[in-house]
Antibody
Framework: EVQLVESGGGSVQPGGSLRLSCAASGYIVSDHHTDWVRQAPGKGLEWIGRTRNKARGYTTEYAASVEGRFTISTDESKNSVYLQMNSLKIDDTAVYYC???????????WGQGTLVAVSS | EIQMTQSPSSLSASVGDRVTITCRASQGIANSLAWFQQKPGKAPKSLIYATSRLQSGVPSKFSGSGSGTDFTLTISSLQPEDFATYYCQQYITYPFTFGPGTKVEIK
């Protein structure tokens, strides 16, 4: 069964850092692109970034709202993707989801999400 | 950035009703349009990609159509498990962008 499990969320003060993990099972994470999407409390979905697959060199794309502060990386040995979040702001408070995007498809499998709360 | 709009923002419908949700892009996106369903407290679920292609396991009561800037999601016969919020998303240009959502409620 294809599955994604996020972890690493929690409470952090403004300006702090957090690293989220997205552990994949049932497929090889390097074969597919991985997207990160977040949802602020009571709000809609916001795409925040992508790492392309190994064949595309793990190149990345980011939304303007996180560019320069967030970094997506992949660890093949752990079959996992990571979202490093620095210089966190109150507006970054949200549930963060990772999702798989096979070639020709988009976000077909999602994790359960992990909550990040930024407050002083 | 491509802006996505959805209409209506919410609707009330009865079990068995045919429901149509519209999604519009601020510029042409060919057929790079996906639809997602989200229930309260749950992760989104992918329903449709490439405008009209059902994800594996999604029942055929869901269908999608459109091209260019105007798209629709249709639920042919609404069932209790279909009451949820539905989002469209364009994925032809970064950043990928979602519509604001359409909440489907029980009448």
């Amino acid at each position: 069964e294809v599955q994604l499990v996020e972890s690493g969320g929690g409470s952090v003060q403004p300006g702090g850092s957090l690293r989220l993990s997205c552990a994949a099972s049932g497929y090889i994470v390097s074969d597919h692109h991985t997207d990160w999407v977040r949802q602020a409390p009571g709000k809609g979905l916001e795409w925040i970034g992508r790492t392309r697959n190994k064949a595309r060199g793990y190149t990345t794309e980011y939304a303007a709202s996180v560019e320069g502060r967030f970094t997506i990386s992949t660890d093949e040995s752990k079959n996992s993707v990571y979202l490093q979040m620095n210089s966190l702001k109150i507006d970054d408070t949200a549930v963060y989801y990772c999702s798989r995007s096979p070639n020709g498809n988009i976000e077909d499998v999602w994790g359960q999400g992990t909550l990040v709360a930024v407050s002083s | 950035e491509i802006q996505m709009t959805q209409s209506p923002s919410s609707l009330s419908a009865s079990v068995g009703d045919r429901v149509t949700i519209t999604c519009r892009a601020s510029q042409g996106i060919a057929n790079s349009l996906a639809w997602f369903q989200q229930k309260p407290g749950k992760a989104p679920k992918s329903l449709i990609y490439a405008t009209s292609r059902l994800q594996s396991g999604v029942p055929s009561k869901f269908s999608g159509s459109g091209s260019g800037t105007d798209f629709t999601l249709t639920i042919s016969s609404l069932q209790p498990e279909d009451f949820a919020t539905y989002y469209c998303q364009q994925y032809i240009t970064y950043p990928f962008t979602f519509g604001p959502g359409t909440k489907v409620e029980i009448k």
